[in-house]
């Protein structure tokens, strides 16, 4: 692992597993208060299945407003304007990663745990050319007003929302309403739904999500 830096964004840098050039990109977004280390030792697990994975675990580019020694993407008390201000940190890094790589969006997940859950939601589905895919552990679709329904069959990325039923912090039935509303968009979702997990990633959904990955992603 080395750190780097793509766009404005520095942090965990893990090449793929085989060596030599990546044939696909993950990236993943930490939760708030934490940092890209945080998730960074779910590349060895996951690049079992995908050997040619490079991955990018950024930090969030603001500290904590209550933990100074992390990060956060945006403060939590705005859940509005802050992941709109938040994005463009992210969209720049993913562009500058794929370029850099030589790699198209076709090869590109985006994922994240909580505020990171959040932030993979906003930007996956706004970004153009869609990611192959986007996953959200404990996340919530905060803005949706924007993603409009395509009956042509709009290029957004597949979505899957992976949430513990015991979540503290970000309870599960949120998990059920962005269901909800991406499947009203007519954006293809899954959901797992981990019983008895609280606010964390387990190995049951992490095997999902690697599964999902498996389906879009090159090995």
């Known amino acids: 692992m080395e750190i780097r830096r793509f766009g404005d964004l520095s942090g965990p840098f893990i ?59 945006f403060n939590i008390d705005d859940r509005v304007n802050g992941p709109i201000m938040a994005a463009p ?24 745990f909580s505020q990171g859950g959040m932030m993979s939601l906003h930007c996956g589905l706004r970004q153009t050319p869609a990611p192959a895919a986007i996953i959200s552990f404990s996340g919530i679709l905060l803005l949706h007003e924007d993603l409009v329904k395509n009956s042509t069959g709009a290029p957004y990325s597949p979505v899957l929302l992976v949430h513990g039923t015991e979540d503290e912090v970000v309870p599960f039935q949120f998990q059920a309403a962005s269901r909800d509303m991406l499947q009203a968009r007519s954006i293809e979702v899954e959901t797992v739904d981990c019983v008895g997990l609280g606010h964390g990633i387990d190995p049951d959904g992490l095997s999902a999500a690697i599964e999902f990955l498996a389906r879009y992603l090159p090995a």
């Open 89 to 112: 940190f992210i969209d720049n890094a993913v562009a500058d990663a794929l370029d850099r790589m030589n790699l198209s969006p076709s090869a590109l997940a985006l994922g994240g």
């Open 15 to 73: 090449p793929p597993a085989r060596g030599g050039i990546a044939s696909s990109l993950i990236l993943l977004l930490h939760g708030w208060g934490a940092d890209g280390n945080d998730l960074a030792n779910l590349a060895h697990p996951i690049s079992v299945r995908f050997p040619g994975a490079a991955f990018f675990v950024p930090n969030g580019p603001a500290p904590c407003k209550v933990n100074p020694a992390g990060r956060e993407w």
